[in-house]
């Protein structure tokens, strides 16, 4: 499985984004996830879904983000709103068959990275 990510930029804070990464095979019992990293923080986990559609968020996100996947269509979108400065970051979105333990980094599958700038 490849992975690649699009959708990333430069947005105001209160400003919404839609990042987007498509899976060149199929994703069928995989689990698909967000992380990102700041400049000088280590990665950590955004938001994850699994292949029965159900989600999973950091705390820090909850509320304003919502991820979503097309099984048809090997894609998974991540929609962010509300976006702060403290969400700055690379985005990457990974994949991983039947992963249960959302929120580690243990993924086998990573996209190569979208960054996300929110300027206050």
């Known amino acids: 499985v490849q992975l690649q990510a699009f959708g990333g930029g430069l947005v105001q804070a209160g400003g919404s984004m839609r990042l987007s990464c498509a899976a060149s095979?199929?994703?069928?019992?995989?689990?698909m996830a967000w992380f990102r990293q700041a400049p000088g923080k280590e990665r950590e986990f955004v938001a994850a879904?699994?292949?029965?559609?159900?989600?999973h968020y950091a705390d820090s996100v909850k509320g304003r983000f919502t991820i979503s996947r097309d099984n048809n269509k090997n894609t998974v979108n991540l929609q962010m709103s509300s976006l702060k400065p403290e969400d700055t970051a690379v985005y990457y979105c990974a994949a991983q068959l039947g992963k249960r333990d959302y929120t580690t980094p243990e993924y086998g599958y990573w996209g190569q990275g979208t960054q996300v700038t929110v300027s206050s």
């Open positions: 095979g199929r994703t069928s019992g995989y689990t």
């Open positions: 879904i699994g292949w029965s559609a159900s989600t």
